[in-house]
């Protein structure tokens, strides 16, 4: 059975009731199911049992009333002495109290306040990232400069050497000083070498594997937010 073929019989079994009591019966259990929502159609029928019984309760509830002063309120019917009908379904009791409202007033909320916030958040998340991208443009440059310097150094120094050497036959003083200064520039430059292939080979990977667990917190921190 379904929502319409449920009211189809409500509606019968109340032919013989006054037509403002049918009505506002009617009225009130097509309303329940609207709350209850389309999704929640067959459990609102199993709640709310067979038409038959339903009828049955709003024709007791109408003889014991008198049909004086009783009307279908929000919390079910009321004869007018305060007294609810523990056999008509209420909001409180189904727990379908508007749950699209509360979830849409956060949103809206969340929405204005990252429209507002927007230049804010735009201001500090450009900042930090020029900042990181300075700095990471900062030690490329030195690792450049570093490489260029374990590659310039060595040739400047086989060069003096090579000098050196050949002035000494000329110039035994001026050769020596040459050939101590390509000495002392080879030294150097192998210096550099060794510290750029160790360098390359612990500090460079651990670097890189640092930025990228640094983006993918950041990336799932924003869709974290997003998703709230």
């Given at each position: 059975?379904?929502?319409?073929?449920?009211?189809?019989?409500?509606?019968?079994?109340?032919?013989?009731?006054?037509?403002?009591?049918?009505?506002?019966?009617?009225?009130?259990?097509?309303?329940?199911?609207?709350?209850?929502?389309?999704?929640?159609?067959?459990?609102?029928?199993?709640?709310?049992?067979?038409?038959?019984?339903?009828?049955?309760?709003?024709?007791?509830?109408?003889?014991?009333?008198?049909?004086e002063q009783?009307?279908?309120?929000?919390?079910?019917?009321?004869?007018?002495?305060?007294?609810?009908?523990?056999?008509?379904?209420s909001r409180?009791?189904?727990?379908?109290?508007?749950?699209?409202?509360?979830?849409?007033?956060?949103?809206?909320?969340?929405?204005?306040?990252?429209?507002?916030?927007?230049?804010?958040?735009?201001?500090?998340?450009?900042?930090?990232?020029?900042?990181?991208?300075?700095?990471?443009?900062?030690?490329?440059?030195?690792?450049?400069?570093?490489?260029?310097?374990?590659?310039?150094?060595?040739?400047?120094?086989?060069?003096?050497?090579?000098?050196?050497?050949?002035?000494?036959?000329?110039?035994?003083?001026?050769?020596?000083?040459?050939?101590?200064?390509?000495?002392?520039?080879?030294?150097?430059?192998?210096?550099?070498?060794?510290?750029?292939?160790?360098?390359?080979?612990?500090?460079?990977?651990?670097?890189?594997?640092?930025?990228?667990?640094?983006?993918?917190?950041?990336?799932?921190?924003?869709?974290?937010?997003?998703?709230?």
């Amino acid at each position: 059975m379904n929502r319409v073929e449920f009211m189809g019989q409500l509606e019968r079994l109340l032919w013989d009731i006054p037509e403002s009591d049918r009505l506002d019966a009617i009225a009130y259990y097509n309303d329940y199911f609207d709350e209850a929502g389309a999704e929640n159609e067959a459990q609102v029928i199993r709640e709310l049992g067979s038409p038959g019984k339903v009828a049955a309760i709003i024709k007791a509830d109408l003889n014991a009333s008198g049909n004086e002063q009783a009307e279908y309120t929000e919390h079910g019917y009321s004869d007018g002495r305060n007294e609810e009908n523990p056999y008509a379904p209420s909001r409180r009791e189904t727990g379908y109290q508007e749950p699209n409202k509360k979830r849409k007033i956060p949103l809206v909320l969340l929405i204005v306040l990252l429209v507002f916030a927007s230049p804010l958040l735009i201001g500090v998340g450009g900042g930090l990232l020029g900042g990181l991208v300075g700095l990471i443009g900062g030690l490329f440059g030195i690792l450049v400069a570093v490489i260029a310097c374990g590659i310039v150094f060595p040739v400047a120094g086989i060069a003096c050497l090579v000098y050196g050497i050949f002035r000494v036959v000329f110039s035994p003083l001026e050769g020596l000083v040459w050939m101590g200064m390509g000495a002392l520039l080879l030294a150097v430059g192998i210096l550099l070498v060794i510290l750029i292939v160790w360098s390359v080979g612990k500090w460079l990977p651990a670097l890189f594997r640092g930025f990228v667990d640094w983006c993918q917190k950041l990336f799932h921190r924003n869709k974290r937010r997003e998703n709230a």
